[in-house]
């Protein structure tokens, strides 16, 4: 088998596991708030429902586009559906991801690249698990007995750290298109009064269509 009849068979067992099993999580995350209703009696009316998910859909909407495909070269396929199952994509996953594709030296859309990625995150899930059960054990204890400014840095600026990270690595490799991806959110934010989310969606999207661009005319070479 060549390397496209591997990577189709690849993607169809992916899709094949993946898909039923993200789909099943969505699902039985309404276990608990259907449990509670019915115990309780306590269902709320339709309009209070959708009101809330109407709040929702308008701070968070914009995701639902980005990060499945901003998100994408690092993660790959399989990486998508175990990224998005265990959560922590921005601040685990992708860093993960990222780093095992650079030091690997993998191509983005190959099999080798699907592999490291997936190997990668599946090792960081499971950090991720033993990570999270200590610092729930000792993590409050801890962050007691630090200094404030300490304390202080690691709640608020801790995510904002790992996505600069994760930015400058890719900005080394491809440094002309980083910094498009730095005007653009900062001429929108500051010129225009578009929402967060749609500077998010904004961004990314004009960042791949210069990229792309760039790229047919082989400027990042």
């Known amino acids: 088998m060549n390397e496209n009849q591997i990577m189709s068979q690849w993607k169809k067992s ?13 699902l039985t995350a309404f276990i608990p ?19 809330a998910w109407g709040m929702i859909a308008a701070s968070f909407a914009g995701f639902y586009f980005v990060e499945p495909i901003s998100y994408y070269a690092s993660l790959g ?9 265990s959560g922590n ?13 650079d030091v ?6 190959t099999i080798q690249a699907e592999v490291v990625s997936t190997m990668a995150i599946c090792g960081s899930i ?39 990270a ?10 002309k298109v980083a910094v498009f991806a730095l005007i653009i959110p900062i001429l929108l934010k500051k010129f225009t009064p578009l929402p967060a989310a749609l500077v998010i969606v904004c961004t990314v ?17």
């Open 77 to 85: 396929m399989t990486g998508t559906y175990l990224s998005f199952l």
């Open 89 to 101: 994509i921005g601040n685990m996953r992708v860093p993960c991801a990222a780093l095992a594709l």
């Open 166 to 175: 994760t930015f400058g690595n890719f900005a080394i490799k491809y440094p």
């Open 14 to 26: 992916s899709i094949r596991i993946g898909s039923p099993t993200n789909i099943l999580a969505a």
């Open 205 to 221: 999207f004009g960042t791949l269509f210069i990229a792309r661009f760039m790229y047919k005319k082989g400027m990042l070479g």
């Open 126 to 164: 499971i950090t991720n698990l033993i990570g999270t059960t200590s610092a729930v054990i000792v993590g409050a204890g801890v962050l007691a007995i630090l200094p404030e400014f300490i304390a202080s840095g690691l709640t608020k600026y801790a995510s904002s750290a790992i996505f600069g």
């Open 33 to 51: 708030v259907i449990w509670l209703c019915s115990t309780y009696d306590c269902w709320p009316p339709m309009s209070t429902v959708l009101t």
């Open 104 to 109: 690997t030296d993998s191509t983005p859309g």
